[in-house]
């Protein structure tokens, strides 16, 4: 298997997690990937997310949390995910 690279700018380290969000239509529900990053680049990647998810339009009926870091566990289903919220509390408010 190939690793999993990181999507900061430059950076090339394997992603160690990830940026999700659980997005719903009202029937199904998924979770909807904003980035993958190392250690180092997460907190810059969640912050980036959440200012995308403000930026993302919803049609009447559509739902989308707020992302959350969760640990990227190869070959695991979403539903296994663990969060890391003291990765999210580390971020600037
Ligand atoms: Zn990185």
New binding site residues.
């Given amino acids: 298997m190939y690793p999993v690279i990181?999507y900061?700018v430059g950076?090339g380290?394997a992603?160690r997690y990830k940026v999700a969000a659980t997005w719903s239509d009202g029937q199904t529900c998924e979770l909807k990937t904003y980035a993958i990053?190392?250690e180092?680049?997460i907190v810059a990647q969640w912050i980036d997310a959440k200012r995308r998810r403000l930026g993302c339009r919803l049609i009447p009926g559509e739902t989308l949390e707020e992302p959350c870091v969760y640990e990227l566990v190869r070959g695991s289903r979403d539903r296994t995910l663990v969060r890391r919220e003291d990765l999210e509390s580390a971020a600037p408010a």
């Fill in positions: 990181c900061g950076c380290q992603a990053a190392c180092s680049c």
